[in-house]
């Protein structure tokens, strides 16, 4: 392993379309990938999250495939977080 392999920024995009399944990793990468679908997120109105020690786990899963269950918890806290702040601006924008 490359000294700063651990250092370069990485990114994992969730979908949870499809409410009977558990959310499947859709795009994965890192550096200028990571970058990429970052930006893209934030350009579709999407939140980014950063927590380095999920971004970890969820980088070991199969693209196209759904989460594991070991990590149900710790997306669920994510989407929980989503949830607020999506209820936050739709009170402020009312």
Excluded: C, F
């Amino acid at each position: 392993m490359n000294p700063g392999t651990e250092e370069r920024q990485s990114a994992v995009a969730l979908s949870y379309l499809d409410k009977t399944r558990a959310p499947v990793v859709v795009a994965k990468g890192y550096g200028v990938t990571a970058e990429s679908i970052m930006r893209e997120a934030r350009e579709n109105g999407l939140y980014v999250h950063a927590s380095p020690a999920l971004n970890k786990l969820l980088m070991q899963v199969d693209l196209d495939q759904q989460i594991p269950p070991q990590l149900y918890l710790a997306v669920a806290e994510v989407m929980a977080w989503i949830h607020r702040l999506e209820a936050a601006e739709e009170s402020h924008g009312n």
